[in-house]
């Protein structure tokens, strides 16, 4: 093969190069814009780039567990809060924290009061009762979502920002109702 072969073949190489380099930058940009002009496609695009990520109910207090700790929210689970006056064998009241402890766990049950005194006196009633049901300490941010109601009261907050609030006695079971139906 001589110089000029040589140079030719050369050329024609470097030609083809530049073709191969053409045509894969053309597909690469087809790929990446096929579909922006389809409002659709781009949000299942983006819908699958981005999965949902599970949601923590904030509350607007803290919520302290008769061990001393500060009750942590597990993610994608509501929280009921549950504010009662204690009072010893009121068949009502037992009929309420009866229910509360039979609330299956996707639902983190938190009944409440606020001051040491009042815990521990709704903490021997629960007890009497002969059910695991612990009754924690609400800060007084937290006890302002109940003032000016009714007692008992319950509050339902879920991931989804959803609140349901219901009152007197029976209020847990009418609460999960009308959480359930959306009414």
């Known amino acids: ?5 040589y140079n030719q073949a050369c050329q024609w190489k470097d030609e083809d190069m530049k073709i191969s ?5 053309a597909f690469i940009v087809t790929i990446t814009f096929s579909g922006c002009d389809s409002e659709e496609s781009n949000t299942s695009h983006a819908e699958y780039i981005e999965p949902s990520v599970p949601v923590t109910v904030v509350l607007p207090g803290y919520v302290i567990e008769p061990a001393g700790d500060t009750v942590s929210v597990p993610r ?10 204690p009072l010893e064998k009121y068949e009502a009241m037992e009929e309420d924290l009866l229910f509360l402890a039979s609330v299956d766990s996707t639902i983190l049950v938190l009944p409440v009061q606020p001051d040491q005194e009042s815990r521990n006196h709704a903490q021997r009633i629960v007890n009497s ?8 300490l609400a800060d007084s941010t937290l006890m302002e979502v109940f003032e000016g109601t009714v007692l008992p009261m319950a509050v339902l907050y879920t991931p989804e920002g959803d609140l349901f609030t219901a009152e007197g006695f029976g209020a847990p079971l009418r609460l999960l109702e009308q959480h359930q139906t959306g009414i």
Do not use: R
């Open 21 to 25: 380099v053409l045509l894969t930058i």
């Open 1 to 5: 093969m001589g110089i000029l072969e």
């Open 129 to 136: 009762l002969e059910i695991s049901l612990p009754v924690c």
């Open 76 to 85: 994608s689970t509501s929280v009921m809060l549950y504010y009662w006056l």
